[in-house]
């Protein structure tokens, strides 16, 4: 069939112009992409997008389509080794020049072992080969890329269709990458709640709502005096091996980390119903269970020799907290305040004076329905009344001597 290659790139073109902002992502667009070029009568049998990206784990992505269905995204970290393929990749040439690098795989040998890559496509079957560059508007560059199983490769019509759509392709790929951005930043910095309603617009001051959690409150015992001893780059690894954690146990039973104050680390495990309280109370027991067993482990295996070991007293409390936008006209906090998290973090103060792991208050015991492990009632900074508070066993399971009827019962009904 006879390519009409300005029917083709104009029908690609105002698709992407119109409907392509819509999709979730870059995988998506350039799946789409690719198969509105074979419908064409554009012989792509595999198209790559790859983009820098924003997020502290993740250095880039490459979004990967293939024609026999296929649909893969690549995430690439600083130590996982990709770095030296990239060294040796048209992708690398394309940054360097900011022109395409074609390689017709089937008609030039030597030109494909220059780039491992094209060696690779060769064994699968491809025969021409070319990168493009996408240009954002901040100025930076990233690469889309089309190979073809095709025996004759890519004729000079469908080159000519990639280089009309790759400017409107890179601005739809620029606006899905914005957006992720700012959702890493949001997720990274606030959470991915807090985030959710930033991004939403959520974003006036005193703007929020009255919520329903278990507030967890963590404190690192004897930080001040460790922080005016140690210097401060262990101190920052100290601090990293410890947030990360209990971010980690947290996020592992559906919690949700707010914010880190200094050493303390303040999450909520949110709840609408009394059944979902109970489900929410386990939860948060048993994220400060694993959190002492990670910490544990990491006393035990000495993993962070530059730095004593980790002590740590976690509370938990319950009831209605306002969660929300609080700070001045030009900076704002997402967060959650009230009496239930400053008790929270009085409970957790009390919980390293007293040297105990875990402390819970009355209203945690009144969502489990015991009240096993009573450790006393004492008066806390900033409350009248002296406050209750329990000391759960956590040593075999999540509520082992602290609501031991509840957790028979539990049993018996995942049985």
């Known amino acids: 069939m006879v390519l009409e290659a300005p029917i083709?790139?104009?029908?690609?073109?105002?698709w992407l112009y119109s409907e392509a902002p819509q999709l979730k992502g870059?995988?998506?667009?350039?799946?789409?992409?690719?198969?509105r070029l074979r419908a064409g009568n554009v012989p792509v049998d595999r198209a790559t997008t790859g983009i820098w990206v924003v997020h502290p784990n993740v250095r880039a992505e490459a979004?990967?389509?293939r024609s026999e269905g296929t649909r893969e995204l690549r995430l690439y970290t600083e130590d996982d080794g990709s770095d030296k393929d990239y060294q040796t990749?048209?992708?690398?040439r394309v940054h360097e020049t900011l022109k395409p690098v074609r390689v017709e795989i089937g008609k030039h040998s030597r030109k494909a072992a220059e780039f491992p890559v094209t060696a690779t496509l060769r064994e699968e079957g491809y025969t021409d080969y070319i990168a493009l560059p996408m240009p954002f508007s901040d100025g930076s560059v990233k690469v889309v890329s089309f190979a073809t199983k095709t025996p004759d490769g890519f004729t000079?019509?469908?080159?000519?269709?990639?280089d009309s759509i790759v400017r409107p392709l890179a601005l739809v790929c620029e606006l899905k990458t914005l957006r992720r951005t700012a959702e890493t930043v949001l997720d990274t910095y606030v959470g991915p709640r807090a985030g959710l309603?930033?991004?939403?617009?959520?974003?006036?001051?005193?703007e929020g709502e009255w919520i329903k959690a278990i507030v967890s409150f963590a404190d690192i015992r004897g930080f001040t005096v460790l922080s005016n001893t140690l210097p401060a780059d262990k101190i920052v690894l100290f601090l990293n091996k410890y947030f990360g954690v209990m971010t980690a146990a947290v996020e592992a039973h559906g919690g949700e980390v707010l914010k880190f104050i200094g050493d303390e680390v303040m999450a909520i495990f949110?709840?609408?119903t009394e059944s979902e309280a109970v489900e929410a109370a386990h939860r948060a027991l048993a994220a400060a269970r694993d959190t002492m067993l990670r910490i544990a482990e990491i006393n035990t295996k000495k993993t962070c020799m530059v730095t004593p070991d980790m002590s740590v007293g976690i509370a938990l409390h319950a009831g209605d907290v306002f969660y929300g936008n609080v700070g001045s006209e030009t900076r704002l906090d997402f967060t959650v305040v009230g009496p239930v998290v400053n008790l929270a973090a009085r409970i957790a103060e009390l919980a390293k004076d007293m040297e105990r792991p875990i402390l819970v208050s009355d209203a945690v015991a009144d969502i489990m329905g015991c009240r096993s492990g009573l450790f006393g009632s004492y008066r806390v900074k900033?409350?009248?009344?002296?406050?209750?508070?329990?000391?759960?066993d956590l040593s075999s399971d999540t509520v082992s001597g602290y609501c031991p009827d509840n957790t028979a019962a539990r049993a018996l009904e995942a049985n």
């Open 197 to 206: 309603r930033v991004l939403d617009g959520t974003t006036r001051r005193g």
């Open 26 to 35: 870059t995988l998506e667009i350039i799946s789409e992409t690719a198969e």
């Open 89 to 92: 990749s048209p992708i690398r």
């Open 270 to 272: 949110p709840y609408d």
């Open 156 to 162: 000079d019509k469908h080159l000519s269709v990639f």
């Open 382 to 392: 900033g409350f009248e009344d002296p406050v209750s508070v329990y000391s759960p």
């Open 8 to 14: 083709v790139s104009a029908d690609v073109v105002q």
């Open 63 to 65: 979004s990967i389509w």
